[in-house]
Nanobody
Framework: QVQLVESGGGLVQAGGSLRLSCAAS????????MGWYRQAPGKQRELVAT???????NYADSVKGRFTISRDNAKNTVDLKMNSLKPEDTAVYYC???????????WGQGTQVTVTS
């Protein structure tokens, strides 16, 4: 089993920056890709960014050029640096880890990001 704990959410004005961090513990050897998803009120959860164990990244079009995902395999952490934040980035952000043996994904508890105009 893997546990994911997020930190770093908060309230920021439009144009500002935040950094989210996620620490994995437990059976971390079973983790393959890691990433961040978000869910705004009344909307479905959506992918924000993912990163493979080898460092290959993938971003939603809406955050390309503004967000940067990074990973430290030795520390079992994944970070999301968010710049030029917009009110539409307001959501609960969830850390995600995919199991290399295709068991169900692991999810963190979520951290709120609120961007005011």
């Amino acid at each position: 089993q893997v546990q994911l704990v997020e930190s770093g959410g908060g309230l920021v004005q439009a144009g500002g920056s935040l950094r989210l961090s996620c620490a994995a513990s437990g059976s971390t050897f079973s983790i393959n890709d890691m990433g961040w998803y978000r869910q705004a009120p009344g909307k479905q959860r959506e992918l924000v960014a993912t990163i493979s164990s080898g460092g290959r990244t993938n971003y939603a079009d809406s955050v390309k050029g503004r967000f940067t995902i990074s990973r430290d395999n030795a520390k079992n952490t994944v970070d999301l640096k968010m710049n030029s934040l917009k009110p539409e980035d307001t959501a609960v952000y969830y850390c995600n880890a995919k199991d290399r043996w295709f068991r169900p994904d692991y999810w963190g508890q979520g951290t709120q990001v609120t961007v005011t105009s």
